[in-house]
């Protein structure tokens, strides 16, 4: 699972850069860098304040950040045919 990715693509949807997002959430732009890049994973008021930013709940931000290595591996091909277009389902109902 891959927290700062999933931060990244709602941040990239919204056609922000890193400091724009930065400003709006309260946070340094050196410390989403580390967010979105995986060096630090958000802490829980910080992951707040980023989903109320995109008016999403947590859950979408983790479901959105799930990788096929979370999945187990004899449910994985399914999970590479439903999942990319659950995933840009959610991100156009919710984000766009």
Known sequence: MNIGKAIKEL??????????????????????????????????????????????PEAVVYLIATDISDVPEHKRELFEKLFPNLKKALIDMLIK
């Open 11 to 56: 941040r990239l949807e919204k056609n922000l850069n890193q400091t724009e997002l930065a400003k709006q959430c309260d946070l340094t732009q050196t410390s989403l860098s580390q967010i979105e890049s995986g060096i630090k994973r958000p802490n829980p008021s910080t992951l707040k304040k980023l989903c109320d930013f995109f008016e999403v």
